[in-house]
């Protein structure tokens, strides 16, 4: 944390932030797991129809999607946590470089710079045949 407006009391404030992040993100989770929990009790007391089961099949896909996001966000979350205890909150994971203090406004779990990140991302992402 140097000179880049990153200061104890903006550090504290963020802390504060992403421990009411995490708790929604844990929130959401328990919550999609109760609703799978309900859909699978569902399936098993009722005989679907094909356009039900392909409803069910959709709504099966964007579950995991979603508890994907909520997942990978959750790991950025607990990441920063981590970064914040060890005093190198705000600075980038991959390159050692400091995050931009308005990065780290509007998303207080970035452990990446911009440039890091949407490298991150290209790598992460599957190519296309």
């Known amino acids: 944390m140097s000179d880049s407006g990153i200061d104890e009391k ?3 404030q963020q802390k504060e ?5 995490r708790e929604e993100l844990v929130r959401v989770r328990e919550g999609m797991a109760e609703d799978a929990e309900e859909r699978s009790q569902e399936e098993q007391d009722n005989q679907f129809d094909s356009g039900d089961m392909s409803q069910e099949i959709f709504t099966r896909e964007m579950d995991a999607t979603i508890e994907g996001q909520v997942g990978r ?7 920063a946590l981590e970064k914040i205890d060890k005093g190198s909150y705000g600075v ?3 390159t050692g470089e400091e995050i931009a203090k308005g990065r780290l406004e509007a998303m207080p779990e970035a452990i990446r710079t911009v440039e890091a990140q949407q490298r991150f ?3 992460r992402r ?3 045949p």
């Open 10 to 12: 903006f550090v504290t």
């Open 73 to 79: 966000r959750l790991e950025d979350v607990d990441r």
């Open 121 to 123: 991302e290209r790598e």
């Open 92 to 94: 980038c994971d991959d």
């Open 17 to 21: 932030r992403l421990l009411e992040i």
């Open 126 to 128: 599957p190519t296309q």
